[in-house]
C-alpha cells in the first residue's frame, strides 16, 4: 500500500463513519419513481439526501441534471448535494475530508 491509497482508505473511512453519524435513515423502498418523468428510479445518495430533506419531489439522475440547467440560480438556493459544490452547508464535510484523512494517515504511520 503506497501513501495515497492509504489517504484513499483514510478518506473512505471517514466518509463511511460520517455517513453512519449522519443517521441511517433511508427511504423505505429502493427505488422511487421520478416527479418528471415517472419513471422507476433507484436512489441514488443525492435522492436519499433529498428524500431525508422531505422533498417530495424527486427527480431521476437525468431530469434532475436537466432541471440543474434550467434553474441554476433556483438550483444553488436549494442546493441538496452536489459533488464538488462548495455550499455552506457542506463546508463542514469538506473541512472534515481535508483534516481527517491526513490524521488518519498520520495516526497510522506513528502506529506502524
Ligand atoms: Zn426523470
Known amino acids: 500500500m503506497n501513501n495515497i491509497e492509504l489517504y484513499i482508505a483514510g478518506a473512505v473511512l471517514v466518509f463511511i463513519i460520517l455517513s453512519f ?26 435522492t436519499i439526501e433529498a428524500w ?3 422533498f417530495n419531489k424527486i427527480y431521476c439522475q437525468k431530469c434532475h441534471q436537466l432541471w ?12 441538496v448535494v452536489h459533488r464538488g459544490g462548495g455550499g455552506s ?3 463542514g464535510m469538506v473541512m472534515l475530508f481535508l483534516v481527517l484523512p491526513p490524521s488518519i494517515y498520520g495516526l497510522v504511520q506513528y502506529v506502524s
Open 21 to 46: 453519524i449522519k443517521g441511517g435513515k433511508k427511504p423505505p423502498e429502493e427505488s422511487f419513481k421520478c416527479a418528471r418523468c415517472k419513471q422507476q428510479e433507484k436512489y441514488t445518495p443525492r
Open 52 to 54: 431525508r430533506k422531505g
Open 68 to 79: 440543474w440547467r434550467n434553474n441554476p440560480e433556483k438550483a444553488r438556493s436549494r442546493q
Open 89 to 91: 452547508g457542506c463546508l
